[in-house]
């Protein structure tokens, strides 16, 4: 479908075919776009060799079925989600709010599920990760249906807060606080405020979710962000909003962007926020699906139907807008399902381009423009590079027993909790809400472990580093993250100690030094770093500096090719 709108669209502006690059370069962007890290020497290696036509096909699907996607785009949603507020929100528990996200996409949920969760859901921050959406946003109605707009329908409509949009004359300051209306229920429950017995009436607690755990080099304490607080988000009955107009206060009621009353819902669990979804998903023109559509294009190729993520609207300038319908069309036929949609462009000759800083390209898209690795890419990739991610891989093999056994008591504990949990909601005044909670896995049987009194001496020696191990790449996650600016980002990346305490503690100077002539250190570094051969002229240029034993000489070429513009890019 993209490759056949591309060769139309080239042919008749006369632009040639674009070729498609080398191996080494579409497996190092497919990779980091779809795992978030860059391949393995042996990866490169292995698919370097494969003579197979469709090898490329294969790696993307191979690819999909990683761990490592789940947990690298669990970071992207959320990550998604946290930038659509200026100044990061209080309270939200950033350690669940991922464990759902992994999980959508480590289960492969429909997009429009995904929304659903996200906006309509109650629940409590500390076991529903699903909740903390209108947390982070204090509960505040506008800024709710504001931040899900922006997320799922790509359209920016804040200017019409206070006055009817300046540009777009659909968009009216009534419409903006119908949306807001339906939000207007919303309440946020404390937990250190709101007496114990009536929390556990409503939001009982059910344990931890085993059903998607993240395969994040250090475990869950590589999940950056923190743990929030005890609180819940849930829906009253009666609330209305206000238009805040002094001159001309009045109850405000939910109306769609275009103006549309919807009429009201009464049914048990489906409340203002679950017809809000259901109109995000129906919304005119298949706006849901383009937006999405539009999302993942960016993230895998730099380029965008529309000139930012939230730049939609009935007067923006759409480009090659009949790809947009079709793409976001099937979109749609294929359920939603993100993986096809990921598929689909990972496999067109747009996202096999080259990359160049071809302005021309952004209309024509017969290159992919050059983009700096995001901090969870940068962070994944050296951790890679270095060989930091084997030696903590190591650990957590040395420990499988140990983190089975927790495994085995988590599982346990949630199916005591989950039936009392139940019996407490039931006997509430919410006890619709019995019917969302989980049921008892009866088909699920523990691991069959056995580990005596010195055994677990040493393993939970190792534990304890594992877990150190984890924290202090979720130090380095948060950090990079909170560096916004380039000059910011750069001077972390280069003053930072994480690069030399990767370098330290990693096997790649190691790996090098096993390599007897300078000419294989060569190439197993840049293989490793840059995830391609070197070349004639930089083979002769740095054969000097590859051509010692000395452990420190090639600690300084691997930090070397660590601050590159190569390595930090793609």
């Known amino acids: 479908m993209i490759d056949d709108y591309f060769k139309q669209y080239w042919k008749q502006n006369k632009i040639k075919k674009p070729k498609a690059v080398d191996d080494y370069t579409f497996a190092r962007r497919a990779s980091l776009t779809i795992n978030g890290v860059s391949p393995t020497f042996e990866e490169l290696q292995s698919f370097a060799n494969d003579p197979a036509k469709n090898k490329r096909s294969a790696f993307v699907d191979k690819l999909l079925k990683n761990s490592r996607y789940a947990d690298y785009w669990g970071f992207r949603l959320r990550q998604w989600i946290l930038e659509l507020r200026e100044v990061k929100g209080q309270g939200a528990n950033f350690t669940t709010l991922y464990n759902y996200t992994r999980k959508a996409f480590a289960h492969n949920y429909p997009w429009d599920k995904i929304a ?54 659909e968009w009216k300051q009534e419409s903006y606080w119908g949306l807001a209306a339906f939000f207007a229920r919303v309440e946020m429950w404390d937990g250190n405020v709101v007496a114990a017995e009536r929390f556990d009436e409503r939001f009982a607690d059910i344990g931890r979710d085993e059903r998607s755990i993240p395969t994040l080099i250090g475990g869950e304490s590589a999940i950056d962000g923190g743990g929030g607080e005890n609180r819940a988000i849930a829906d009253n009955t009666d609330a209305e909003l206000e238009m805040p107009d ?134 994944d990739s050296v951790l890679r590079s270095t060989g930091k991610e084997v030696t903590v891989l190591a650990t957590g093999l040395d420990i499988a027993d140990l983190l089975k056994e927790e495994e085995n008591n988590r599982i346990a504990k949630r199916h005591e909790l989950i039936p009392v949990a139940a019996k407490k909601i039931q006997q509430g ?46 130090g380095a996650r948060d950090k990079a993250r909170a560096s916004s600016s380039p000059t910011s980002v750069a001077l972390f990346r280069m003053n930072g100690d994480y690069i030399n305490q990767c370098i330290d503690t990693g096997n790649t100077v190691a790996e090098t030094l096993e390599y007897e002539t300078a000419e294989d250190r060569l190439q197993f570094l840049f293989l490793r770093v840059y995830n391609r051969i070197p070349s004639k002229h930089e083979m002769a240029a740095l054969l000097v500096f590859a051509d010692s034993d000395e452990p420190s000489k090639i600690k300084d070429l691997l930090w070397a090719m660590l601050q590159s513009v190569e390595f930090q890019s793609f």
Not at 117 to 128: M, R
Not at 134 to 147: C, L, R
Not at 261 to 278: I, L, S, Y
Not at 358 to 369: E, G, L, R, T, Y
């Open 429 to 474: 005044d919410f006890s619709f809400l019995a019917d969302e909670l989980p049921v008892v896995d009866e088909s699920w049987k523990p691991h069959e472990i056995s580990i005596d009194d010195e055994q677990r001496k040493t393993l939970i020696e190792k534990r304890n580093a594992y877990t150190e191990a984890g924290k202090q790449i979720a």
């Open 116 to 169: 659903y969760d996200i906006v309509a859901t109650q629940g409590a921050i500390k076991w529903d990760g699903r909740s903390n959406f209108g947390i982070y946003f204090d509960g505040e109605a506008n800024e709710m249906s504001d931040a899900a707009v922006r997320l799922f329908l790509g359209q920016n409509i804040a200017c019409a807060q206070c006055h009817d949009h300046p540009y777009v004359d």
């Open 246 to 379: 002094p001159e001309n206060p009045k109850t405000v009621v939910p109306t769609t962007l275009a103006g549309r009353v919807m009429d009201p819902t009464n049914e048990p669990g489906k409340n203002r926020r679950w017809q809000f979804a259901r109109w995000l998903v129906g919304a005119e023109e298949n706006q849901f699906a383009k937006a999405a559509v539009n999302r993942i294009m960016v993230e895998l190729t730099g380029h965008g139907f529309v000139d930012t993520l939230d730049g939609f609207s009935p007067i923006a300038t759409v480009h090659h807008e009949s790809l947009l319908d079709q793409l976001s069309h099937q979109f749609i036929e294929s359920g939603y399902d993100v993986k096809w949609l990921i598929r689909t462009i990972a496999n067109s000759r747009v996202f096999q381009t080259i990359a160049s800083d071809d302005d021309s390209a952004s209309f024509h898209w017969n290159s992919v423009p050059i983009r700096q690795l995001n901090s969870d890419q940068w962070v």
